[in-house]
């Protein structure tokens, strides 16, 4: 399993920023899919989740007003709309599949992070 993460760089406070994460290498079907995020300094975090099969989403509390995931199975890709970001959302982020990641909030598979800078 391969995943492919994109879309990071420098926003101001209050801009927007869309995540892809490309997957391949495996079946689609068989893993939720999710979004974390590590910023210096701190301990990786859990963002959003994604079912397969009912398109079922779980959120980090902090995040669940201003972020979304979506997914689009066929073109094997999740995203994560990030809305009125703020500095304090400036971190890598990293996408992940996991049988139960919505659950566990664990990866079993895990993309190479981008960097999302929010500046003040």
């Known amino acids: 399993v391969q995943l492919q993460a994109s879309g990071g760089g420098l926003v101001q406070a209050g801009d927007s920023l869309s995540l892809s994460c490309a997957f391949s290498?495996?079946?689609?079907?068989?893993?939720?899919m999710g979004w974390f995020r590590q910023a210096p300094g701190k301990e990786r975090e859990f963002v959003a989740a994604?079912?397969?099969?009912?398109?079922?989403?779980s959120y980090a509390p902090s995040m669940k007003d201003r972020f979304t995931i979506y997914r689009d199975g066929a073109k094997n890709t999740v995203y994560l709309q990030m809305n009125s970001l703020k500095p304090e959302d400036t971190a890598i982020y990293y996408c992940?599949?996991?049988?139960?990641?919505?659950?566990?909030?664990?990866?079993?598979?895990w993309g190479q992070g981008t960097l999302v800078t929010v500046s003040s």
């Open positions: 992940a599949v996991g049988s139960n990641l919505i659950f566990t909030q664990r990866g079993e598979y």
């Open positions: 290498g495996g079946t689609f079907s068989m893993y939720n």
């Open positions: 994604i079912t397969w099969s009912n398109y079922s989403t």
